[in-house]
T-cell receptor, first 110, second 115 residues
Framework: GDSVTQMEGPVTLSEEAFLTINCTYTATGYPSLFWYVQYPGEGLQLLLK?????DKGSNKGFEATYRKETTSFHLEKGSVQVSDSAVYFC?????????FGTGTSLTVIP | GAGVSQTPSNKVTEKGKYVELRCDPI?????LYWYRQSLGQGPEFLIYFQGTGAADDSGLPNDRFFAVRPEGSVSTLKIQRTERGDSAVYLC?????????????FGQGTRLTVV
C-alpha cells in the first residue's frame, strides 16, 4: 500500500543553519505531495505542496521539489529561524487520503 | 472566515462508555476527513466523506468506530465501548473538493482520554 518514510527527529539547529528533512514515499498511483507543519499549541497547517514531477513548492523560505525518479520530496530551508521550531509532516495524497509520516521535530536555538 | 471547528476540545471518559466527537468543517467544503494522532506519531487516516457519503472508511480500526455526515456539513465520529487504547487526539479536516491536489484544512482536534 501507499506509505511515506520521513527523516527521524528530533533535529536541533542553531539559528541561520541550513535545514534538510528527508521524505520518500511509496505510491501505487501518481500522488500530489504536501508538507504540513504543526507549531507548538496549534493545529496542522499547510506549508507547501507540489502536484506533478519536477514542480517546486515554496513558502516562508522553505522549498521542496517533487522528484518522481527517486520518489522523494525533501524539505529545505537555507537559514532557519527560532520561529521555525515546529513538527514537520510529509504527506502524499493519491486520492482519498493524505498519508502522513511520523513527523520531524525541529528546534532552532538562538 | 471560520476554520474547522471541533468540539469538545478535551474529553475524558471511562472505559466502556460511548463518546461522540463533533466536527464543523469550513462552509462549502464537500470533503471531510477524520484522522487520529497518538503521541509522537503522525496522523492516521480513519475515514473520508465526499458530501454525505463515506467515500473511504478503510481506516476505521474496528466496528466500535462509526462516523456520519447526514447533511453534508457537520460530521460526528462515534466510538462505542471505549478502550484505553482509543486515547489519542482526533483530528478533523475539510477541503473544498477532495481533489488530490487540494489542501485540507485541519481543526485543533479533540483530545480523548479513556480512563
Amino acid at each position: 500500500g501507499d506509505s511515506v518514510t520521513q527523516m527521524e527527529g528530533p533535529v536541533t539547529l542553531s539559528e541561520e543553519a541550513f535545514l534538510t528533512i528527508n521524505c520518500t514515499y511509496t505510491a501505487t498511483g501518481y500522488p500530489s505531495l504536501f508538507w504540513y507543519v504543526q507549531y507548538p499549541g496549534e493545529g496542522l497547517q499547510l506549508l507547501l505542496k507540489a502536484t506533478k514531477a519536477d514542480d517546486k513548492g515554496s513558502n516562508k523560505g522553505f522549498e521542496a521539489t517533487y522528484r518522481k525518479e527517486t520518489t522523494s520530496f525533501h524539505l529545505e530551508k537555507g537559514s532557519v529561524q527560532v520561529s521555525d521550531s515546529a513538527v514537520y509532516f510529509c504527506a502524499p495524497n493519491t486520492g482519498n487520503q493524505f498519508y502522513f509520516g511520523t513527523g520531524t521535530s525541529l528546534t532552532v536555538i538562538p | 472566515g471560520a476554520g474547522v471547528s471541533q468540539t469538545p476540545s478535551n474529553k475524558v471518559t471511562e472505559k466502556g462508555k460511548y463518546v461522540e466527537l463533533r466536527c464543523d468543517p469550513i462552509s462549502g467544503h464537500t470533503a471531510l476527513y477524520w484522522y487520529r494522532q497518538s503521541l509522537g506519531q503522525g496522523p492516521e487516516f480513519l475515514i473520508y466523506f465526499q458530501g454525505t457519503g463515506a467515500a473511504d472508511d478503510s481506516g476505521l480500526p474496528n466496528d466500535r468506530f462509526f462516523a456520519v455526515r447526514p447533511e453534508g456539513s457537520v460530521s460526528t465520529l462515534k466510538i462505542q465501548r471505549t478502550e484505553r487504547g482509543d486515547s489519542a487526539v482526533y483530528l478533523c479536516a475539510s477541503s473544498e473538493s477532495g481533489d488530490m491536489n487540494t489542501e485540507a484544512f485541519f481543526g485543533q482536534g479533540t483530545r480523548l482520554t479513556v480512563v
